[in-house]
């Protein structure tokens, strides 16, 4: 194309939303109009299917649930009464708290008010909060919030270590739907057994966020922890973050999430348009799929172009992957569908991995997010008439053209600035995004069975420990992994014996390994 054929396509494929100020440039991802047309009967379905979802028809088969974080940001759309009431009341719930903990209303029995918080929590349960705070969290925050978001143990002592004496006026939040998450109940056991070596009761300092009946309610209510807040049954973990699970810690730390919620709400409204060319998600959905020619053949790699936005690529890539990484169709043909995300922020990564997407394996396409606003304040100018932000902004617009010339191809998301209300709306434009690919595809996007088998897995390795330590517990001699996997009746698992030894012969955990390394099955292990 040339200069004039590109401006021109440039303006007819430039989406903007006048009411946000947002832009959804889609120019230079370079599918026709029969490409276009010949998608039109699938969105069409793809926009009945989603409307449908939002009324409370079973979008989620598998699990026979609903799929309602729609409602989150606009009760009335939800589809029974007790279903609004509750959302509108658990927002209510959830401003109330905040304000009291930040007045000293409510606050630790060891001290004046609360200064930290700890939110434990998994997957969709922290990679939304971490990014929410990343991006939005003020110079001085009323509480400092952290997060405990794997089961390290070096990682959870380091941040215990890190409050040291601010443990008794740390409030700390336990994010789990069914109580059963092993991550999130390790670091809340972690965290509890560390109020106790100081003496203090961990129950006043303690709030879950979970489901009625849950394990962990169950729990919380026998405990009598400070507070509970509900998790619903019709919203997934990767889009709860405009539900408890990002906005208490958002609010906590001083974050206006009815801002986030407006943004959210405004930008459903557009994204609700049963036509490609005007509806911003669907014209990210008809890319990816062009992109990847509908079955994820090539990654997704976001730049944001901010520091404050640093963690939006990490919180993409669970939004995306576990909704569309799926090895059957809903007519269940084997299909294993995904698109594989990852990605940096600009202009850090002119000194990374711009260099291989340049001239490197065309695998990919690059969506870059651009903010308009430079910083709070007067700017200063480094040059006459040049600025940091210009800099910025000329790296960004360079590396679209410099991709481009060698036939890589872009999106360019565009927001004015960093604030609650348009961080709400990116994450609701993504969302449906992901909803309205779902369906083109024909896959399932709100059930994650994957993690699942990943859990049960992680589940038999735990009770293979424990039979093979009762195994050597019973040995008066050392014995070799062989006959150690057969008296486990697990001769099968001779290698996953070996590593789970490895790893407690590590730790000083009652064996021992004896023999050459190298040769894992000339090793003798006994208990110590």
């Known amino acids: 194309m040339n200069t004039q054929e590109l401006w021109q396509r440039y303006q007819d494929w430039l989406y903007y939303h006048e009411g946000l100020g947002i832009y959804v440039d889609v120019s230079r991802i370079p599918f026709d109009d029969g490409f276009v047309e010949t998608l039109k009967p699938t969105f069409a379905k793809a926009f009945k299917d989603m409307a449908a979802l939002e009324k409370g028809a079973i979008a989620n088969p598998d699990e026979d649930r609903m799929v309602g974080h729609y409602w989150l940001r606009d009760p009335d759309l939800a589809p029974t009464e007790d279903i609004k009431k509750e959302i509108s009341e658990t927002l209510d719930r959830i401003e109330s708290f905040a304000l009291k903990v930040h007045t000293g209303e409510i606050r630790p029995p060891q001290a004046p008010k609360f200064t930290d918080v700890i939110s434990i929590g998994i997957g969709g349960s922290a990679l939304g909060p971490e990014f929410v705070s990343e991006a939005l969290s003020p110079d001085f925050p009323p509480l400092n919030l952290h997060f405990i978001d794997n089961t390290d143990p070096a990682g959870i002592d380091r941040l215990l270590i890190r409050l040291q004496e601010r443990l008794r006026s740390t409030l700390v939040i336990v994010i789990s739907k069914s109580g059963g998450t092993a991550e999130t109940h390790n670091g809340m056991m972690e965290v509890k057994n560390a109020f106790e070596k ?21 729990l919380q209510q026998s405990q009598g ?103 059957f169709d809903l007519d269940g043909k084997v299909v294993n569908q995904g698109i594989a995300v990852y990605g940096n922020k600009g202009s850090t990564d002119q000194h990374a991995y711009v260099q291989q997407l340049r001239e490197g394996v065309l695998n990919f396409f690059v969506t870059f997010i651009e903010v308009l606003h430079d910083r709070h304040g007067s700017p200063f100018e480094l040059e006459p008439g040049i600025t940091a932000g210009d800099y910025l902004s000329g790296f960004l617009l360079g590396t679209r053209q410099a991709l481009f010339e060698k036939h890589r191809h872009s999106i360019t998301v565009t927001i004015p600035q960093v604030n609650p209300r348009f961080v709400g709306a ?77 790893h407690l012969d590590a730790n000083h955990r009652g064996v021992t390994l004896e023999g050459d390394r190298a040769q894992p099955s000339s090793l003798k292990v006994s208990a110590i």
């Open 198 to 218: 100081q003496g203090l009761n961990f129950a006043p300092h303690a709030v879950a966020i979970t489901m009625k009946g849950s394990k962990m309610y169950q």
């Open 225 to 327: 922890w400070l507070a509970d807040f509900p998790m619903f049954d019709w919203v997934g973990g990767r889009t709860s973050e405009l539900s408890a699970v990002g906005l208490l810690p958002a609010a906590l730390q001083g974050i206006d999430i009815r801002a986030m919620l407006a943004g959210a709400k405004e930008m459903d409204a557009a994204t609700r348009i049963a036509d490609i060319k005007t509806n911003p998600s669907a014209l990210l959905a008809l890319s990816w799929y062009f992109e990847g020619e509908g079955k994820g053949k090539k990654d997704m790699v976001v730049l944001p172009y901010k520091d404050s936005l640093l963690l939006f690529s990490r919180y993409l890539q669970q939004l995306v992957m576990e909704s569309l990484g799926k090895e």
């Open 426 to 502: 990116l994450i609701a434009l993504y969302e449906r995004t992901v909803g309205f690919y779902g369906s083109l595809v024909n896959i399932n996007a709100y059930h994650q069975p994957g993690v699942e088998a990943g859990k049960k897995a992680a589940a038999s390795v735990l009770a293979l420990q424990q039979q093979i330590m009762k195994v050597l517990k019973s040995e008066t001699q050392p014995i070799d992994l062989a006959t150690l996997a057969a008296k486990a009746g697990s001769t099968d698992q001779v290698e996953t014996i070996y590593k789970i030894l490895r």
